[in-house]
């Protein structure tokens, strides 16, 4: 059964800093590739970094590039995002996201139940 457990969500003030984790069972981590996404009141959930499974290439949204780093600590089965420079508008709620394969050549999404981030002086 897979399983994503999120954490380190809160309330932060402009310029600060924070870390999400995320804690994978259920699954092979090491080979998975795995994203955070966050969804702001009123809009679409959105994909903010992405990291790789055998090969950790990584991707951002151009909204945090040079601000959020996503990793991986495969002995842990844990995905981390570490932002800093924070904003108001990173307010949201930070689901993490394994996509693995689900045979024939398709893939599933599989979801945390979410951490609230919150900016604001």
């Known amino acids: 059964q897979v399983q994503l457990v999120e954490s380190g969500g809160g309330l932060m003030q402009p310029e600060g800093s924070l870390r999400l984790s995320c804690a994978a069972s259920g699954f092979t981590f090491s080979t998975a590739a795995m994203s955070w996404y966050r969804q702001a009141p009123g809009k679409e959930r959105e994909l903010v970094a992405s990291?790789?499974?055998?090969?950790?290439?990584?991707n951002y949204a151009d909204s945090v590039k040079g601000r959020f780093t996503i990793s991986r600590d495969n002995a842990k089965n844990t995905v981390y995002l570490q932002m800093s420079k924070l904003k108001p508008e990173d307010t949201a709620v930070y689901y993490c996201?394994?996509?693995?394969?689900?045979?024939?050549?398709?893939?599933?999404?599989?979801w945390g139940q979410g951490t609230q981030v919150t900016v604001s002086s």
């Open positions: 996201n394994a996509r693995l394969s689900a045979g024939w050549g398709t893939v599933r999404d599989y």
């Open positions: 990291i790789g499974g055998i090969v950790t290439i990584t």
